[in-house]
Structures are given as C-alpha cells and as structure tokens.
C-alpha cells in the first residue's frame, strides 16, 4: 500500500504516521458505524421488551422457557459463540479463527428473551460482542496483528455506544483484555472507534439514562478515610459477585444437557422473584439505579441484585453484567450512606463506577465513565473508589479470558501471563 510514494517518504516517520491515521480514520469509522447502528437497534429493541415485560408481569412465568429457547440456539447454532466476551478476548490473546458473525443474532436474540421474561442482566456483553463480530468481518484481508486491533476498537465501539460514554468505551477496549496493561498501539483505532459509534447512535435518535452532575466536594481527612473504606467494600462486592457468578456457572454445568441449565435457572429465578413479590429486581434495574442518587436503599437491594443476576446469568442466560453492577454498586454506596459522612449521591455515583472496576478489572475506564456521566467535581473521589474497589478485587473478575500482565499488588508474587480462572 502507498508504493507510489517517493522512498524518501514511505520511510519516513511523519509519513508512516500519517498513513496510519488515515488508514484507520477509514476502518474505525467503518466499526463504529457498524457498531452504532446495532447497538443502535439494539437499545430500541431492549427499551420495547422492557416496557412490555413491565406491563405483563405475567410473563415471569415463562422465564424458564426463554431458557430453553436460548439454551436451545447457543446449542445448536452457536457451539463456538457461547463463551461470548471470553471468545473475543481469546482471540486477542492468540487470533485463530474469525468470529462467526451467527454471534449477533444469537446474543442479540438470547439477550433480548433473557429481558422480556424477567431475567436479571445487562447489555454490554451483547453491545461489545456484537461491535467485535461486526468488526472482526473486516480482518479478514488484515494482518493477525491488525486484526487483533480491529477486535479491540469493535470492544470499545460496543461499549461507547450502548453507554453513551466514548472516552470511557475506548479505554475499556485497551484494558479489558490484559489486566494491569494498556495496549498503547490500539489508543488510535480505540478512540476513533468509539467516538464513532457514540456519534452514530445518537444521530439514530438513541438517547441514554440521564445521571445526576454530583456535587463538589472538599477531599478532608474523614472523606478520604471514608472514600477508602467504601473502595474496599465496593472491591470485596465485586470480587463476591464474579466468584459466585462463575461458582453458580460450574454448578450448572453439571447439568450434561446444556439447553437444560437456563431452563432449571429461570424456574429458580422466576420462584425467587415471585416469592419476593417484585420485579424491583429483573431486567436492567435503571429506576433503582436513579432512585440510589435520590434517598438511601436498603442493603437487600444491593444484596438480591447481586444473587439474582449471579443466577440469571451462572444459568447460561445471555445479557452482560455491567448494568447489574451498576445497580449493585451504587444500591450499595447508597446503603453505605447510613453509616459514612458522604452525601448518599456521592456514594450511589462511588458505588456504581467502583464496583464495575473491580469487577472488570478496568479502574481507568471506570475513571473516565464516573467523569462522564456524574461529571468532574467530583472526581477525585469517583477516582479513588475505582482505583480501591479494583485492587481490592483481587484476581478476579468477569472475564475469565483476561491475562494478567502485572500482579495488583507487589506482595501477591509473579502472576504475569496467567489467567484468572487459572487463580480461581
């Protein structure tokens, strides 16, 4: 490519940079258009089921059949998809095989089944997915080493576009995969990618959940002391909530029949959520995300969010896990609101940014989606809760496919190149 440019000027640095600029200008507005527009669909199609569940409460009762329906499409049609997010990072980690693009229509379809009847789970699995699936297309004709950063700028383009967060969604692509390390050859693809498909969602008309600006705050000795103390809490929810997701998930797999699981799942879910007499905890949980920012919760908010999702999606059922963790987090920093000296907004903004760092293992992504969303007066402390929360995770998080490329914390020893499942 170029081979009409003067010698002179295809060795040259300035010229080499300015190629690759423009070579990737073209391909990321390619992913990210991709990407907005099915995340684009996507959220349209997640907001008519959620309103129809809302007003069939009945339809409760046939979560164990969306079960069977989901179980019975990933079985059947999408052996190799079902790993979902942990494919994608595999692929990153050693490319082998193209992603089969049936993986939009699966997870798209298992998530918007898993949503309709009252499961508790996310979206973001099936934005990031879809976004890497569509843009893995594209690495056909490219290198192995530039289809890795294809598959990194599909992650971020997802994930900017079903959150509204293009800084936090290009950070997250170059975190996610290695925890500890940034991917500093895919910054440009990352950014590129992401504030695409923010642009091409929006301009579909998509809008996103509006949160709270918080309040400045003066950083004293007591808001320190207390900002580290609810990081710890927000880390230890975190590292609970992945160890029983993927807990849950083993015990499931005993069931040899794997249509089967999310079949004994939904019945599981469906009795818990009828004995408790509410749906305050299927699908998403947005109101119960606003209303943490407007009064404190309960602890059992934050505690059955975290079980019920855990078991949603230890089950087999398809969504993501973000949004839950929003949920948790900041139903959590809101409960914490009765025995710390902080606004109850602040800790519900702390909870809802904190607990998906430690999670994910993606304190800088989280970093800048506290300053997007809740803005940046608050930002030293929406800054040090994401930083405890992920150090206090451990190694463990969601994703069982990322690498660890530098240990958390100096006195745990030499983890380099394991995986987390590998930790346990």
């Not at 170029?2 to 060795?11: I, Y």
Request: charged share 10%; net charge positive; with cysteine.
């Amino acid at each position: 490519m170029f081979r009409w440019l003067p010698a002179r000027l295809r060795t040259s640095s300035t010229t080499a940079t300015a190629v690759f600029l423009l070579r990737w200008a073209l391909l990321a507005a390619l992913v990210g258009a991709l990407a907005g527009t099915a995340s684009a669909g996507f959220l349209v199609a997640l907001e008519w089921v959620t309103r129809w569940r809302e007003a069939h409460s009945r339809a409760l009762a046939l979560l164990p059949v969306g079960g069977l329906l989901v179980g019975l499409a990933y079985h059947y049609f999408g052996n190799r998809v079902v790993k979902g997010n942990n494919l994608i990072l595999d692929e990153i980690h050693a490319p082998s095989d193209t992603i089969p693009l049936r993986l939009v229509p699966l997870v798209l379809g298992g998530t918007l089944v898993t949503h309709l009847f009252g499961g508790s789970a996310g979206r973001e699995g099936t934005a990031v997915q879809m976004g890497a699936a569509l843009a893995d297309q594209l690495g056909r004709w490219l290198p192995r080493r530039e289809r890795r950063l294809l598959l990194i700028a599909g992650m971020s383009a997802g994930f900017a576009a079903v959150f509204g967060t293009p800084l936090a969604g290009a950070v997250f692509g170059l975190e996610v995969f290695l925890l500890g390390s940034v991917r500093y050859d895919a910054i440009l693809p990352s950014f590129l990618a992401a504030v695409v498909a923010d642009a091409v969602t929006r301009a579909w008309g998509v809008g996103h959940t509006p949160y709270p600006a918080l309040a400045a705050l003066p950083l004293t000795a007591t808001g320190l002391g207390c900002t580290l103390l609810a990081g710890a809490l927000f880390g230890l929810a975190a590292r609970f909530f992945a160890t029983l997701t993927h807990g849950i998930s083993r015990v499931f797999s005993r069931i040899k029949y794997p249509p089967l699981r999310p079949v004994v799942g939904g019945a599981l879910v469906a009795a818990a959520m009828w004995a408790l007499g509410t749906m305050r905890y299927a699908g998403l949980g947005v109101p119960v995300i606003v209303e943490a920012f407007q009064h404190q919760l309960g602890l059992q908010d934050f505690a059955l969010k975290l079980v019920l999702t855990a078991l949603t999606l230890g089950a087999g059922f398809k969504g993501g896990e973000v949004t839950p963790l929003f949920f948790i987090g900041a139903a959590l920093g809101s409960a914490l609101a009765g025995v710390l000296p902080l606004p109850v907004a602040l800790l519900a903004g702390m909870g809802f940014v904190g607990v998906f760092a430690g999670a994910a293992n993606t304190p800088l992504a989280c970093v800048l989606m506290g300053l997007e969303l809740f803005g940046a007066r608050a930002g030293v402390y929406l800054g040090l809760s994401c930083v405890v929360a992920y150090l206090f995770s451990g190694h463990h998080g969601i994703y069982t496919s990322q690498l660890i490329g530098q240990a958390k914390n100096p006195l745990l020893g030499r983890q380099q190149g394991r995986r987390l499942n590998e930790l346990g």
